[in-house]
């Protein structure tokens, strides 16, 4: 764990840095969360450390998205409590609908073009530049920079749409 806390944080800051409601999730709570999803995969066979930092951006994605799903759930009545407005904390409702949009849209484009997918998860969540990406996935720089330009579009306009 040492050896790869120092990048999982700077995975949980970068997610974390995209999130208005900041009191949802702490870094530490992140990476922990992240963590043992991670130890708990069994059918996973490692690769290399680029390997396993996209499974674990992957998984970051999933627990916030996870979140997000149920504050949307709290939106609608789900776990009512009622507490005076005094004490309520104030919180985002759009950051969580865009999340959830954009986790949707990806999970098509990932349906549609696999590759386009990974690439999008490691630049916008993971934070990984094209060429770290590019060696990841054995591909030449100007093609990733090019398939990330398209999956972004693609995003932008299925996200529009919905």
Same mark, same amino acid.
């Given at each position: 764990m040492p050896l !790869? @806390? +120092? @990048?999982?944080?700077? *995975? #949980?800051?970068?997610? *974390?840095? &995209? %999130?208005?409601?900041? /009191?949802s999730v702490e870094t530490t709570d992140l990476i922990d969360q992240a963590y043992l999803r991670l130890i708990d995969q069994k059918r996973v066979h490692w690769q290399n450390r680029n390997h396993f930092f996209a499974i674990a951006a992957t998984c970051m994605r999933r627990?916030?998205? /996870? +979140?997000a799903r149920a504050q949307e759930r709290k939106k609608r009545g789900g776990g009512v409590e009622h507490i005076a407005l005094s004490d309520a904390k104030p919180f985002v409702i @759009? &950051?969580? #609908? @865009? *999340?959830? #949009? *954009? /986790?949707e849209a990806l999970e098509q484009l990932e349906?549609?073009?696999? +590759?386009k997918g990974q690439i999008v998860e490691m630049r916008f969540f993971g934070g990984y530049?094209? &060429? %770290? !990406? #590019?060696k990841f996935l054995g591909v030449s720089e100007e093609t990733a920079a090019l398939e990330w330009r398209m999956a972004r579009a693609w995003l932008k306009r299925e996200i529009s749409q919905s």
């Open positions: !790869v @806390e +120092r @990048e999982l944080r700077r *995975l #949980a800051r970068h997610y *974390l840095r &995209k %999130e208005k409601n900041r /009191d627990i916030l998205c /996870d +979140r @759009e &950051k969580s #609908a @865009e *999340l959830l #949009a *954009l /986790d349906r549609q073009d696999a +590759r530049s094209v &060429k %770290e !990406v #590019a």
